[in-house]
């Protein structure tokens, strides 16, 4: 076999796979920003008196802290849940 086309073979696998690699790493970087501006966004839904769902169940927040939420899913149950497990009703 001819070692010179061995060598450029080898240098085209490793320059494609870079590009590829480079690739990659530029979407999943776009995906996260669209995915961190969207829990942003979210976030700011999280209030008081607002309607929400967690896990399926309809629910009402009766109060918003920084890593917990009270939320009411019948009349006088209130149970304490994270607040990253909440979605809000639009």
Known sequence: MNWEVIGWSALTFIVLTAVLILAYFLYSRN???KRR???IQMDA???PGKPCSFNGI???IISAGQETCKI???KDVV???SRFMITPIV
């Open 79 to 81: 149970i304490t849940v």
């Open 45 to 47: 839904l999280i209030k």
């Open 72 to 74: 009411e899913i019948a």
């Open 31 to 33: 995906m996260m920003k």
């Open 37 to 39: 501006e969207a829990l």
């Open 58 to 60: 309809q629910a009402k």
